[in-house]
């Protein structure tokens, strides 16, 4: 997407953020005192406060000089969310095996990467469009494919067989992956009291996920 800079927030600075996802519900309650719940959002939407990573004058400046290029709302740019940066555990590297994204089924080459969260039919399913470059593995059937099976497209996440390792029909294709998570800012203004700054206050600087 042209309004997206394919650039991470500094990392040292994202370490100390807050936040995570939401969602919106609907409720309604009736004459009888029972509910209607209602979920409005098909998806989640994380937000984050980047304001709470600013520990120093340096790192403030290099904040508002990432807001200047990003142009404020203007334009997204990637996220990293410690908590949820990868296919399987924060604590351990991908697996081929983590996710499954896909069945083969003898002619189809492109897949998205996701990720699940939960099983069974409740699971919630979420598409992951900014992998880690480099960090992308699959597996077919429990296979690990070599590199020169696949590429994956970093900027959407889409992985596309190579000719000749399309899966077959049935076959389970699965992948491991690191990933950020495609934000904007969420304020066209950052305000800075530095006299408070300096006394311990912590400026707000809110950050919203991009949704597809």
């Not at 990720?115 to 900014?130: C, L, P, Q, T, V």
Request: hydrophobic share 40%; net charge negative; glycine share 10%.
């Amino acid at each position: 997407m042209s309004d997206f800079h394919e650039v991470r927030f500094p990392l040292d600075i994202a370490r100390g953020a807050r936040g995570g996802p939401e969602r919106q519900t609907q409720i309604v309650t009736l004459a009888s005192g029972r509910e209607v719940r209602n979920s409005r959002w098909a998806h989640s939407r994380r937000r984050y406060d980047a304001g709470l990573g600013v520990r120093s004058l340096d790192a403030l400046a290099e904040v508002v000089s990432f807001f200047e290029e990003r142009r404020g709302r203007l334009y997204g740019f990637r996220w990293r969310d410690r908590l949820d940066c990868k296919s399987g555990p924060p604590s351990r590297e991908p697996r081929a095996d983590d996710q499954l994204i896909g069945t083969g089924d003898g002619v189809t080459a492109t897949f998205q990467l996701c990720k699940s969260y939960g099983s069974g039919m409740e699971a919630y399913r979420r598409d992951i469009a900014k992998p880690v470059t480099g960090s992308v593995i699959l597996a077919v059937d429990g296979t690990a494919q070599p590199p020169e099976a696949f590429v994956c497209e970093m900027t959407t996440g889409l992985v596309t067989f190579a000719s000749g390792h399309v899966p077959a029909p049935g076959a389970a294709v699965s992948a491991g992956f690191a990933f950020d998570v495609p934000v904007r800012f969420d304020t066209d203004a950052i305000e800075v009291d530095l006299s408070a700054f300096e006394a311990g206050e912590i400026p707000h600087i809110p950050v919203v996920e991009i949704l597809p």
